[in-house]
T-cell receptor
């Protein structure tokens, strides 16, 4: 079955440590997105990519980095420069240039310890 | 500036008590309006897409409608399992990215 997979489900980060969240899709979608969700708040866009080897900053990119080396994969690194990384992170994918909406992964909950 | 506003922020209903959630938008050139359901600790799950004013979509106890300024998600005789956060998003203009509302948290008490 086609879908989008995020891993791990839970992740704990120590102060000053970089961590990488995985996002893989087998839907043949062109575009992929990373969102951050804090309690009681809407989705905030971190980064997005519309084609391989290209990506753009979203509204809250500071302290995060991404890569898009393969169409299927869009990993997110939360760097030590992100001062408040504790949140729920969601990855999504979609066909570019079509108004079909997004498919979401099940999310990764990141906690600073 | 393109904007999506959902109301109310939270809604508590008794089981069987019908009501509506609102999603108002100010965008140029609406391409589509999307409703998602999100359970705690999970990713949003797609419910409906509406493309033009007057369009309606139904799924079990849910019915989504669209006007030129807003969309309603009507919930008829809800059950406790309908409790979730409902998210609205729009696609507009030449940009295929979604603009998200903050969501409505729906709680159905047995």
């Amino acid at each position: 079955d086609g879908g989008i997979t995020q891993s791990p489900k839970y992740l704990f980060r120590k102060e000053g440590q970089n961590v990488t969240l995985s996002c893989e899709q087998n839907l043949n979608h062109d575009a992929m997105y990373w969102y951050r969700q804090d309690p009681g708040q809407g989705l905030r866009l971190i980064y997005y990519s519309q084609i391989v080897n290209d990506f753009q900053k979203g509204d809250i990119a500071e302290g995060y980095s991404v890569s898009r080396e393969k169409k299927e994969s869009f990993p997110l690194t939360v760097t030590s420069a992100q001062k408040n990384p504790t949140a729920f992170y969601l990855c999504a994918s979609a066909f570019q240039d079509r108004n079909y909406g997004y498919t979401f992964g099940s999310g990764t909950r990141l906690t600073v310890v | 500036e393109d904007q999506v506003t959902q109301s109310p922020e939270a809604l508590r209903l008794q089981e069987g008590e019908s009501s509506s959630l609102n999603c108002s938008y100010t965008v140029s050139g609406l391409r589509g309006l999307f409703w998602y359901r999100q359970d705690p600790g999970k990713g949003p799950e797609f419910l409906f897409t509406l493309y033009s004013a007057g369009e309606e979509k139904e799924k079990e106890r849910l019915k989504a409608t669209l006007t030129k300024k807003e969309s309603f998600l009507h919930i008829t005789a809800p059950k406790p399992e309908d409790s979730a956060t409902y998210l609205c998003a729009v696609q507009a203009g030449s940009n295929y990215q979604l603009i998200w509302g903050a969501g409505t948290k729906l709680i159905i008490k047995p």
